[in-house]
């Protein structure tokens, strides 16, 4: 089964800083990679997904994510946080076996206004 | 409004006692879940369910239980409460492919 691993548990910045959030998965093979955003007292949403082609995917509010198949790594971005987005943002990776999610341990970001 | 919902969305049990946690769906989708939620260890997969009448483990099944007797519902039972239960609970369903994957504003238990 896959492991995801996200490195940063926690991280602060301030409004108007780059925000980078890395994810690594345990194997290769075809995947289809996902970030999700928690804000406070929310269930999970869906910030972006890749399937396939362009490794670069945009999403919603502004973030994006690669996916560097030789590192197996798939890093969230975002060139300028504001103070909503305040979250915990989880890294997971679809298995086909049972169509389910495998997340990672999440990094609560925190941006200072 | 479509979607999954749980209920209830807070709750306090004592050690030993035991509740189920509900969740719903209204989206017509086979696949459904139950996740745990725990600080910095992400979420964990407790049970999933393909469709009606068929259930499985995940990563952490021990001390709970599911059923899926409709497509609509599939409840998680915990029979005998102990203080490692307390946790976020979230329930998900799915379509066949993982681009229709909807959680449900989550259940958190406390264990004293």
Known sequence: ?113 | NAGVTQTPKFRILKIGQSMTLQCTQDMNHNYMYWYRQDPGMGLKLIYYSVGAGITDKGEVPNGYNVSRSTTEDFPLRLELAAPSQTSVYFCASSSLTPYGYTFGSGTRLTVV
């Open chain 1, 1 to 113: 089964a896959q492991s995801v691993s996200q490195h940063n548990h926690h991280v602060i910045l301030s409004e108007a800083a780059s925000l980078e959030l890395g994810c690594n998965y345990s194997y290769g093979g075809t995947v289809n990679l996902f970030w999700y955003v928690q804000y406070p007292g929310q269930h999970l949403q869906l910030l972006l997904k890749y399937f396939s082609g362009d490794p670069l995917v945009k999403g919603i509010k502004g973030f994006e994510a690669e996916f560097i198949k030789s590192k197996f790594s798939f890093n969230l971005r975002k060139p300028s946080v504001q103070w909503s987005d305040t979250a915990e943002y989880f890294c997971a990776v679809y298995e086909a076996a049972g169509n389910k999610l495998t997340f990672g341990g999440g990094t609560r970001v925190l941006v200072k206004p």
